[in-house]
């Protein structure tokens, strides 16, 4: 029951992160590393196929082996929370204290990852 589970959130992971991949604002790397970590619990052999995957790899053995997140993949994550926020505070502009809260969320999980070590 629980690798048929874990099976599952890690297809269910892997397609949102390889829909991520060609749609812009969709994270891909959250979802990837979800989905390789169900299935490092549920199917070695598709978390040894994610690792080995030209595209996907890369990133995921990085992360896993230093917690480390490649400069572009930084700055890019880092300019679309900027993004969000401006946006998130935009469109809650006349509701008052709500408006600080799309910045204040964006700017913690900026300050986690600018914290993470660059590969």
């Not at 892997?14 to 969709?26: D, I, Q, T, Y």
């Amino acid at each position: 029951m629980k690798r048929g589970l874990l099976l599952a959130v890690g297809l269910i992971a892997l397609a949102l992160g390889l829909v991520g991949l060609v749609l812009p604002l969709l994270p891909t790397t959250p979802f990837v590393l979800l989905a390789a970590a169900c299935f490092a619990k549920a199917n070695p052999v598709w978390e040894q196929w994610l690792l080995d995957h030209p595209r996907l790899g890369p990133n995921l053995r990085r992360w896993r082996e230093r917690g480390a997140i490649a400069r572009p993949a930084k700055r890019l994550a880092l300019g679309l929370l900027l993004s969000s926020a401006l946006l998130g505070a935009w469109m809650l502009r006349e509701r008052g204290a709500w408006a600080v809260l799309p910045p204040l969320a964006c700017a913690t999980v900026g300050l986690w990852i600018a914290t993470r070590p660059e590969a």
